[in-house]
């Protein structure tokens, strides 16, 4: 029995018929009823559909008369990759899908989730006095992470991460929308062909906006069906969901307030753009020396500077802090034993007094946070 025949399996009886008409759906023999529409997007439309055992699922239908070529790729390879992912417990699960060439539809039957992480901050942040809560903001981060590292596990790269392709089911957050994903063979780069640059522009990489093949004095070149080459790997991930990340903390993505989009892009590719850290979150909360350091490390235009997602989920800020506490490495307490020891050893300074040993504790405290934040050494 497959997974498909399981998830509709009728118990016992056969079931009660609705009085309300509603209009009822086959996919490769198997019949649903539709309900609401719980999403649009493009040329497709999402409703939710119940089988003849009431339980729920997603159905995205595809009007394929208004795709073109490159949209006809993205959901085929969409497809594709959800196949491959099947067994992959943080990708919401594809049941079935059909091509009707007749009425010119794709109909793709999927895991029915609860709401997306959109709409959870758009929650959070626009209701009475929003604050930035680094508890909440830490659960949120390391159910991204763990759904990226999934795919990143299989070495996909998703390429359009934000907050609507995160869909919570039971509590837990699975990937959705692999419509422009691809699947690469080396670990950090790889040459995709694109028509051209797709993604949500808040939360694209540097890379992922400039063509790596810039035009040069014998022309531009481009693939054989005339797209064009650029290079998106899993640090383009990173830098996504140090955006994503960033929304979270301060309220907004960290280009969103520039209201022009070709402006916007112009400043993510722009290494002159410094993006700003403030201390303070949502609501004026107080923003940790550690999280600021992962935002740092995430969103450094340098693709080769970026943590892996592996990193990141042993990152110091996953480890909740207490009061004004950071995190403290074997390294970090070595390079304040050797500066303790250098300072001693100094004869012509002799040994500390004890109003110098005094001011050591926050000294020390200082220059630790400034480390942890911007990945330097104790001076």
Not at 146 to 155: G, I, M, P, T, W
Not at 176 to 196: K, L
Not at 221 to 232: H, L, P, Q, V, W
Not at 358 to 364: C, G, I, N, R
């Amino acid at each position: 029995m497959s997974v498909l025949d399981a998830a509709t399996k009728t118990a016992g009886a056969s079931t009660t018929k609705s009085k309300k008409k509603r209009q009822h759906i086959l996919i490769n023999g198997k019949l649903f009823t539709q309900m609401q529409k719980i999403g649009k997007g493009g040329s497709s439309d999402v409703y939710c559909v119940q089988a003849e055992n009431y339980k729920q699922f997603a159905l995205k239908r595809v009007k394929l008369e208004d795709c073109d070529e490159s949209a006809m790729r993205g959901f085929k390879g969409e497809i594709d990759l959800l196949e491959k992912l099947a067994d992959v417990d943080r990708v919401v699960r594809l049941y079935d899908w059909e091509l009707d060439n007749e009425k010119q539809t794709l109909s793709v039957l999927m895991e029915k989730g609860d709401q997306d992480l959109n709409r959870i901050l758009t929650i959070a942040l626009n209701g009475n006095d929003p604050r930035f809560d680094p508890v909440k903001t830490r659960f949120w981060w390391q159910e991204m992470l763990e759904c990226v590292q999934a795919v990143h596990d299989y070495d996909i790269v998703h390429s359009d991460l934000k907050p609507a392709n995160f869909l919570s089911v039971g509590g837990k957050l699975k990937l959705i929308d692999f419509g422009i994903a691809n699947a690469i063979d080396v670990a950090h780069t790889v040459n995709v062909h694109r028509d051209s640059h797709i993604g949500t522009p808040n939360y694209m990489s540097p890379e992922s906006i400039m063509d790596t093949n810039a035009p040069t004095p014998g022309g531009q070149r481009t693939t054989n069906n005339g797209s064009r080459c650029m290079k998106i790997g899993k640090p383009s991930d990173v830098w996504s969901l140090g955006c994503i990340l960033y929304q979270m903390v301060y309220g907004r993505p960290p280009f969103a307030h520039i209201a022009n989009q070709i402006s916007r892009i112009m400043a993510i590719t722009n290494p002159q753009v410094v993006i700003e850290f403030p201390d303070k979150g949502v609501g004026g909360v107080t923003v940790s020396s550690a999280l600021k350091g992962t935002l740092r490390r995430c969103l450094q235009r340098n693709l080769q500077g970026r943590p892996t997602v592996k990193q990141l989920l042993s990152d110091p800020w996953l480890c909740p802090e207490a009061g004004n506490a950071v995190a403290m490495t074997e390294d970090l307490l070595g390079q304040i034993i050797e500066k303790v020891y250098e300072r001693c050893r100094d004869s012509k300074r002799g040994l500390p007094p004890p109003d110098e040993v005094k001011q050591y504790p926050a000294s020390f405290m200082s220059k630790i946070r400034h480390m942890v934040e911007h990945d330097g050494v104790i001076g």
